[in-house]
């Protein structure tokens, strides 16, 4: 059934739309019955069809007006207006309707909240009973059902819903299509923990179902170690040969071969062995090393090259090229990276381990990877942003000598402002952080309106001080000491409702819960070295080489990162794989051949760093 008044409305917005420009167009306050829906107006002959078709909708009886509305509602699409589709089609009752027709529309609903990150609504009218028919409806319906649900569970973080979905819709696929959806199944098979698909695969008995989960084993047990998944991988090609995913491999594990044949038979180190960074780096590249060893998987001869012993990188460069190196991995310091980038004939793949932004390099055998602030900060306002948040305030320190926090800043404020954001308010603070919040807050200025007030009045006046009230959350740039007075403060400040996104300055890397309880509720990004102990290294690394802080911890990962992707930027470059899941984060390859960092997100809980969005298991359902 219709509701005729939402289409006059609607017909009421294309007639506003079209006569903005025009002094005598209608107002949006006359009443219903005045407006004249066939007066002349300027509309596109886009908009003419639109207001045709819901005039066709709305008189006419059940199911032609829904077809005509769905019509326009694919109109409105096509004209940009997704947000007047979708309001369009929450006015039509689907209930009764035969189920192509109904089904269309609700996909085209469920479209528009996939589109807009409203997973969990999308997902409710993608399940609903209706749909247990749905081997009646014609394929292309099928197919876009399932990849709807397939996305919705992605957006929910239920890697294991999504992939049943796309397994079960595979059969019935193009060549094409099919290669892009075995991609997806790969990437979300690798979201997984092994322990969980070592599970989903012993539990598992339909064939094509096991076999994806035993080749998720195969790319996530075995990743770092190339010779063993090598074997791994053959011997699931000939336990598997008639499953779907032996026709058409991912493509990151079409070029395992390729790429164990292919590595270099010597790497040279160049790193400043006198500074502390560098000799983490350095120890957690052997632990990386000699943990493949110790699985009998080939490794490369290691040649280390001291950085600081010299003022001239580009000939220590040239050096190691000459004693044999087929690949180099390093400088470390920003200064030698720089002057690397100028080199137009490196003559040999080199990974710098730093990265100078806006700086194009002059060879295209030069990568990129870095721990860098910048992108931290690009990825907070992302987040932010995500969650549906407008508003900033910021307050950072206030540190001249320090220009790693003003780099926090600066890239925060420029990606939210790309995004469409406003920075509301912006503080700085040094030790006094209560006068600094409460300017950051405006408080003072409720408390002039008091004084104003009881001026006029000549009286005392009852007061409760009151924040401002335009922004929607704060970004924090602090260490785990300041942080730990701030936040508490926020809430004697009338702020303990906003929502506070930090860097990862503020975590320690210990568990310290007594003493971070007072960070409970703030959001950061991390490296997933920090958060979890999946990864089998950490427990050996840590005992060979312990580290007691987030900072070396992070170079700790960022040393084990450097020697696993030495065999792999091969499969990154070529496009084979989209990312690598790194001990630092998710690792991708960018067109400028530097490696972007995709960190975890986590958030204070009861005194710990727990991960925010941990793997849901919303349904597995096989309709």
């Known amino acids: ?28 306050d006359a009443p219903l019955d005045e407006v004249d829906l066939d007066a002349d107006g300027i509309r596109s002959p886009e908009e003419e069809m639109i207001f045709s078709l819901l005039r066709q909708a709305n008189n006419s009886p059940s199911p032609e007006a829904e077809y005509f509305a769905l019509q326009a509602a694919r109109s409105y699409i096509g004209i940009g207006r997704e ?60 197919k876009e059902l399932r990849f709807l649900r397939a996305q919705s569970y992605e957006g929910l973080n239920d890697p294991a819903a999504a992939i049943r979905q796309r397994v079960l819709i595979d059969p019935v696929l193009g060549n094409s299509e099919k290669q892009a959806n075995h991609e997806q199944i790969w990437q979300d098979l690798l979201i997984l923990p092994v322990d969980e698909l070592r599970r989903l695969a012993a539990e598992e008995i339909i064939y ?12 996530k047990a075995y990743q770092y170690n190339l010779d063993r998944q090598l074997v791994e991988l053959n011997n699931w090609q000939q336990r598997w040969a008639r499953h779907p995913a032996a026709e058409e491999l991912p493509l990151t594990l079409q070029l395992v071969e390729r790429m164990a044949s292919e590595r270099p038979d010597q ?40 950085t600081s012993t010299t003022s001239d990188i580009v000939a220590l460069h040239a050096q190691a090229r000459r004693d044999g190196a087929g690949m180099i991995i390093g400088p470390l310091l920003r200064q030698n ?38 992108s931290e900060a690009r990825q907070l306002a992302e987040k932010a942003w995500d969650d549906g948040h407008r508003y900033a305030a910021i307050l950072s320190p206030f540190n001249p000598a320090d220009d790693t926090f003003q780099r926090k800043r600066d890239s925060f404020v420029q990606r939210w402002t790309e995004l469409g954001g406003q920075v509301v ?8 952080y209560t006068e600094s919040i409460e300017n950051l807050l405006d408080l003072n200025a409720s408390e002039y309106r008091r004084d104003e007030i009881s001026d006029l009045i000549n009286a005392n006046v009852q007061f409760s001080q009151r924040r401002r009230q335009d922004v929607d959350f704060i970004f924090l740039i602090a260490g785990p000491l300041a942080a730990r007075q701030i936040k508490p403060s926020l809430g004697y400040l009338y702020a303990g409702d906003l929502p ?42 840590q005992s060979l080489f312990p580290q007691n802080n987030a900072q070396n911890l992070r170079l700790q990962a960022f040393g084990i990162d450097a020697f696993r992707l030495y065999p792999r930027l091969q499969q990154l470059e070529s496009g084979a794989a989209n990312a690598f899941i790194g001990a630092t984060g998710i690792l991708s390859l960018d067109p400028d051949n530097r490696i972007t960092r995709q960190l975890n997100w986590a958030q204070m809980n009861n005194g710990f760093a727990r991960p925010l969005n941990p793997i849901s298991q919303v349904s597995t359902t096989d309709n």
């Open 500 to 541: 506070v996104y930090a860097s990862q300055d503020i975590y320690s890397g210990l568990e310290r819960p007594l003493e971070d309880v007072d960070l409970n509720g703030i959001i950061f990004g991390e490296s997933p070295w920090l958060l979890s102990q999946e990864d089998e290294l950490k427990a050996a690394a």
């Open 337 to 374: 990276v720089a002057a690397i980038q100028q080199v137009r004939n490196l003559g040999v793949p080199t990974l710098a381990l730093n990265n100078i932004e806006g700086m194009q390099p002059a060879s295209n055998l030069l990568y990129q990877f870095a721990l860098s602030p910048e």
């Open 208 to 219: 094509a179902f096991q076999g994806w989960y035993e080749l998720g084993v195969v790319g």
């Open 1 to 28: 059934m219709l509701k005729p008044r939402f289409f006059i409305l609607l017909i009421m917005s294309i007639l506003l739309a079209g006569c903005a420009s025009q002094p005598g167009g209608p107002s949006a």
């Open 267 to 306: 790497i040279a180190l160049l790193l400043p062995l006198n500074t502390n960074a560098g000799i983490i780096v350095r120890d957690a590249f052997m632990s990386a090393y000699l943990n493949v060893l110790s699985f009998g998987g080939q490794v490369p001869e290691i040649r280390f090259y001291d």
């Open 425 to 432: 308010t912006q503080e700085f603070f040094t030790n006094n």
């Open 83 to 142: 947000r007047d589709a979708y309001e369009l089609l929450t006015t039509l009752n689907t209930r009764q309707l035969e189920l192509q027709l109904a089904t269309e529309i609700l996909l085209l609903r469920a479209q528009y909240l996939v589109d807009n990150q409203r997973h969990e609504e999308a997902i409710i009218i993608l399940t609903i009973d209706r749909f247990d028919a749905l081997p009646q409806l014609p394929v292309p319906l099928q």
